[in-house]
């Protein structure tokens, strides 16, 4: 698991806009790594602001790629983000992330322990250390929480999965914080000149 420091440390460490991209992504859904790459801007339902992970014609597997609403932090990166893959190397889909996370975590000086699938875990404990609910936590990782018919409609209600979308909007606001933090103590510190 991480703490906010080391969140905050990946997200500093980010060079590109792909990389960026990703952690918005795994951090805001909860997604599988290779969910993530899979995401394309128009999975993205501005009007309800629901995205789907699962590419249409791609059949549901055992892990399952839910519907999941966005989170606020979330909005404005996928306002932004140009039509096709949303994670994406000049303009092409990405095949791997592996290259670029081992860059990450060396720019964070984090340990190999520590893979991409780490912020799943994480944003999955924060969820339950605050409570959330269990259905919620599972409806976001694509856990089967709900069964029936009439549940296939349950990400058109106005709370749905609303309190997890309000500790993830809360972890990232603190890791936000940290990332201000650090940059007005680095900008604080004298330079040292020959």
Sequence with gaps: ML????????????TQP?????????????????AALDIERSFVDTDRWLLTQNPPGRKQTRKYRPVVPV???????????????????????ISSFKTAWRGL??????????????????????????????????GFLGHRAYGGRTEVYAKYRPDFL???VGVIDGYMSRVRASCVLVLLILASQPTVTD
């Design 105 to 138: 975590r060396r720019r964070a000086e984090l340990g190999d322990e520590v893979v991409s699938k780490t912020i799943r875990h994480t944003m999955a404990t924060e969820l339950r250390a605050a409570g959330v609910p269990e259905a919620e936590i599972q």
């Design 3 to 14: 703490t906010v420091a080391e969140s905050a440390a990946l997200w500093l460490s980010t």
């Design 162 to 164: 609303g309190q997890a």
């Design 71 to 93: 989170a606020h932090f979330l909005r404005a990166p996928l306002l932004a983000a140009p039509d096709g893959p949303l994670v994406q190397w000049r303009g092409q889909a």
């Design 18 to 34: 792909h990389e960026r991209m990703m952690l918005a992504l795994l951090y805001g859904t909860l997604a599988r790594p290779e």
